[in-house]
Nanobody, 124 residues
Framework: QLQLVESGGGLVQPGGSMRLSCAAS????????IGWFRQAPGKEHEGVSC????????LHADSVKGRFTISRDNAKNTVYLQMNSLKPEDTAVYYC?????????????????WGQGTQVTVSS
């Protein structure tokens, strides 16, 4: 069974850091493009970062550029989202997703498999 599981969410103060993990089972993450999305209450899914399988291309949303980093550990079949200098507006449920088409896009409909999400709350 193909499954993605996010972990690492929680409560952090503004300016703090947090690392989210996205672990895959039942398939090899390196064969897929992986995206991180987030959804705040009352808002649509927002693409945060993605990493391609085809050529290693990485994209970040303008709102997180310079603060968030996405990376893969193929040995652990896991993708990470390192989040620094967190702001209250980063508060959301964060999801990782895998796309068979292998290219880095931040369009939710392009992704085939989704994790259950992990809550990130940035508050003092």
């Amino acid at each position: 069974q193909l499954q993605l599981v996010e972990s690492g969410g929680g409560l952090v103060q503004p300016g703090g850091s947090m690392r989210l993990s996205c672990a895959a089972s039942g398939f090899t993450l390196d064969d897929y493009a992986i995206g991180w999305f987030r959804q705040a209450p009352g808002k649509e899914h927002e693409g945060v970062s993605c990493i391609a399988s085809s050529d290693g291309t990485i994209l970040h949303a303008d709102s997180v550029k310079g603060r968030f980093t996405i990376s893969r550990d193929n040995a652990k079949n896991t993708v990470y989202l390192q989040m620094n200098s967190l702001k209250p507006e980063d508060t959301a449920v964060y999801y990782c997703a895998a796309a068979l088409q292998r290219m880095c896009v931040m369009i939710p409909n392009e992704y085939d498999y989704w994790g259950q999400g992990t809550q990130v709350t940035v508050s003092s």
